[in-house]
Structures are given as structure tokens and as C-alpha cells.
């Protein structure tokens, strides 16, 4: 295989710390990963650093999608102490399970549709703009923190449950909270491209 090929492989199981890769955080999400050699990303008319910031957003949502599956199967089956119902039964919870599943897939759908339009408009001038580039760097940063939104709601929930190890709630918690912890999640950008927005000069050093 050369060595400009992408590759299309899944990753080990584990956990994201400190000491760890974004990449490797995928995992618990069971996604599979696209591989891509850094070169590539470097050359004039790509995407450039907008790759490594939909790499993140991808996580983002897959750790919460993750979450919200494993939530359900909970609320199934869970009567939650003093209550005389599931937690499925609860308004509440019914709502809170609702609009997690819009957020998802609202920040998915546009993060999906935002590479696909701007790639195939790169792949045809040959360079990407400010504008693209902004909307990239928004639509990642918002997938980011919907996808810690989510999981925050998600996990007090779950009551007592979600702090066990043995369950998957506390592991994603701190999954996705990782991923929100690193360049890629700063409130920052939400500045930078308000900025952009308004007609101010922003600082694109990070687009």
C-alpha cells in the first residue's frame, strides 16, 4: 500500500487520559478510524488543520451516541429509589432522551453537510477560503460541546449508577470530556469566528 493511501482500520479498546490520543478515544465509541498521513493534509488545496478539528467533533459525537444507547437500555429496566416507575416513564426523561437525540443529530447532520459541500468545493478550485474555513472550525467546535451537553445530561441522569466503573456511563463522561479539554474545543473558536461573522478582524491562527 503507499504511503498516501488513507487507511480504513479499527483501533484497539481503551480509554482516553491524559497520556493518550484523540484518535484513540474513537475506540469506545467503536468507530472506525480514518487514518491519513499528515503530509497530505499539508499540501495546498486540502483541508489542513479543518481534518483534525472534524476528527475531533467525530468523537465528540460518537462518545455521546454511545451514551445515549446504553442511556435507554437503563431507563428500561431502572426504578430509581423511592420511585414506582422506570425512568422510561418519566416525563422528564422522556424529553431529556428527545432532545438528545435532536442535538445529535442536528450538530451530525450539519458537520456531515458542511465537509461534503467544502470539500467538493476545494477539490474543484483548489484551495479552501476564510469562509470555509470558519464554518469548519464552527461546526466542529459546536459538535464538540453538543456532544458534552448531551453526555453531562445523560450521565446525572443516571443517578448513582453512572459513577460505577463497571458501567459505561463514568468512562464516556471522562471520555468526552477529554476531547472538549483539548485546541480543538475552545470556547475560543466560538469568538474567533463571531468575530469573522461581524466583520471584525479575527485571529486565524488556529483555522
Known sequence: MSPSTPLLRPLPNMALDASRTATLVAVRTAVLVIVV???????????????????FAGVALGI???????????ARDKIPRGARNTLRNNNVIQSQVAQAEARLSSARGWLLQSFETITAAVAQRGHITLDERMTIRLASTFAIHTGVEVVDVLYQAAGATAIFNENPFERRFRDVHSVAQQLQGRQQHFETVGQHLMGLEADTGWL
Open 37 to 55: 498521513p499528515i503530509e497530505s493534509l499539508r499540501r495546498p488545496g486540502t483541508l489542513g488543520s479543518g481534518a483534525d478539528a472534524g476528527g
Open 64 to 74: 455521546a451516541r454511545g451514551m445515549l444507547g446504553h442511556f435507554i437500555e437503563l
